[in-house]
């Protein structure tokens, strides 16, 4: 992910920046730099490993982390997630 930093926006070197030194991120913020990796086509398995490290380094258990990451990455069939999509509107 380091070779790729430097052509990550502005907004997104901000956030991971912070989650280097901090070793946290605020909700949102996990929301927003989740959904920006899994759109450079981070896999589900990545992703995850690089939360529990973060957090890991933070003092987070790292067997807390995934949910918010998990929910990020639907593994239902589009046909099903299409189906409850038009049953809500």
């Known amino acids: ?20 030194t901090k070793h946290h991120l605020k909700h949102d913020g996990r929301m927003q730099y989740g ?4 759109g450079m086509g981070v896999s589900l398995e990545e992703s995850l490993k690089f939360w ?3 957090f890991m380094k933070g003092g987070v258990d790292g067997e807390k982390v995934g949910s918010g990451v998990v929910f990020s990455y ?5 046909m099903i997630y299409s189906y409850f999509r038009v049953a809500i509107v």
């Not at 790729?4 to 901000?14: D, V």
């Not at 959904?35 to 899994?38: A, C, G, M």
């Not at 639907?74 to 589009?78: G, R």
């Open 35 to 38: 959904l920006f990796l899994k």
């Open 74 to 78: 639907p593994l239902v069939s589009p």
């Open 52 to 54: 529990r490290l973060q």
């Open 1 to 20: 992910m380091q070779l790729s930093l430097q052509s990550y926006p502005l907004c997104m070197q901000a956030v991971h920046n912070h989650l280097k």
